[in-house]
């Protein structure tokens, strides 16, 4: 077996590139999250269980007081 880094395979090598990369990228937050705020619903402001008459008051224009 030889342990010259020269003769790494290039699977090798670009493994270690990628976990390089994320690494890097979870330490400078970098990362984009699996779920983004807006595929949830509290992202499009829904809450389950709500009445419409609750949606209604949630949804009144800042003038209409």
Avoid: I, Y
């Amino acid at each position: 077996m030889n342990d010259d880094p020269a003769e790494e395979s290039a699977e090798d090598t670009e493994a270690k590139k990628k976990a390089r990369q994320r690494r890097a990228a979870e330490l400078l937050g970098d990362l984009m999250p699996t779920t983004t705020g807006d595929e949830t619903p509290e992202g499009w402001n829904e809450k389950n269980g709500t009445s419409r008459e609750e949606e209604f008051l949630r949804d009144v224009p800042p003038h209409h007081g």
